[in-house]
C-alpha cells in the first residue's frame, strides 16, 4: 500500500527552466513532509521540508509547496541546473511516529 | 569520516546463505533507521532504533529478517537464508531523534 506517490518516474527540463516534482500522499495523518535527493551509487541526502502549518518553504532556488485539502505537493526548482539531475524522493512522516514513508521516486535530467 | 557508514558497499550471495549488513551512525545520532530499495520501487522502511528504547521492527518483512543495535552505535541487520526477492539496496540512516535523516551510501545485496 503506496501511502505517498510520485506518478511521474521521470522529468526532463532545459537549463534554466523551472523543475515542478509532483507528490501525492492518502494518509491524512502526515503532519511533516520532505524532500530528498539521490545521486547514482550514493545515499539520498535532505533537501528541504515542510510542516502541515504551512503551505509553502523557500530554500534558495528550491520551493516547496503543500495543499493539504488535496494531500498533494510539489518542489519547484527554478532556475534548473544541470547539476541538479537525480532522482528525487518525496516523504512523509505521521505525527509522533518514528519512520518516514517514502514515493517511488522521480528522476530529473536537466539538459544543458 | 562524519558521515554514515555502511559496509559491504556490495554483496553478492547464494540462495540460501545468511547475509549480514553493518551500519555506523552518525555520532551522537540516537536514532537509526533501516530501509531498502529493491529495483523501481521506493525506499521501504524496515526497522528503527531509539536510544535504548524497544526497536520498531513493524517494517521488517519476515522472520528471517533481524536486526541488532548496541547502544547508540553500530547496528547490524542480518538476513538469514536469503530469497532473490531480498536483492535489494540496504540503507542505514541516523538522526538526532525526529529530525532530518542521514543516509549511509547503502549496501548493495545481490542473491542468486
Known amino acids: 500500500d503506496q501511502q505517498v506517490k510520485q506518478n511521474s518516474p521521470s522529468l526532463s527540463v532545459q537549463e534554466g527552466r523551472i523543475s515542478i516534482l509532483n507528490c501525492d500522499y492518502t494518509?491524512?495523518?502526515?503532519?511533516?513532509f520532505l524532500w530528498y535527493k539521490k545521486y547514482p551509487a550514493e545515499g539520498p541526502t535532505f533537501l528541504i521540508s515542510i510542516s502541515s502549518i504551512k503551505d509553502k518553504n523557500e530554500d534558495g532556488r528550491f520551493t516547496v509547496f503543500l495543499n493539504k485539502s488535496a494531500k498533494h505537493l510539489s518542489l519547484h526548482i527554478v532556475p534548473s541546473q544541470p547539476g541538479d539531475s537525480a532522482v528525487y524522493f518525496c516523504a512523509a512522516r505521521k505525527t509522533g511516529a518514528n519512520n518516514l514513508f517514502f514515493g517511488t521516486g522521480t528522476r530529473l535530467t536537466v539538459i544543458p | 569520516g562524519a558521515g554514515v557508514s555502511q559496509s559491504p558497499s556490495n554483496k553478492v550471495t547464494e540462495k540460501g546463505k545468511d547475509v549480514e549488513l553493518r551500519c555506523d551512525p552518525i555520532s551522537g545520532h540516537t536514532a537509526l533507521y533501516w530501509y531498502r530499495q529493491r529495483l523501481g520501487q521506493g525506499l521501504e522502511f524496515l526497522i528503527y532504533f531509539q536510544g535504548n528504547s524497544a526497536p520498531d521492527k513493524s517494517g521488517l518483512p519476515s522472520d528471517r529478517f533481524s536486526a541488532e543495535r548496541t547502544g547508540e552505535s553500530v547496528s547490524t541487520l542480518t538476513i538469514q537464508r536469503t530469497q532473490q526477492e531480498d536483492s535489494a539496496v540496504y540503507l542505514c540512516a541516523s538522526s538526532l531523534g525526529g529530525g532530518e535523516l542521514f543516509f549511509g551510501e547503502g549496501s548493495r545485496l545481490t542473491v542468486l
Open positions: 494518509n491524512s495523518m502526515f503532519d511533516y
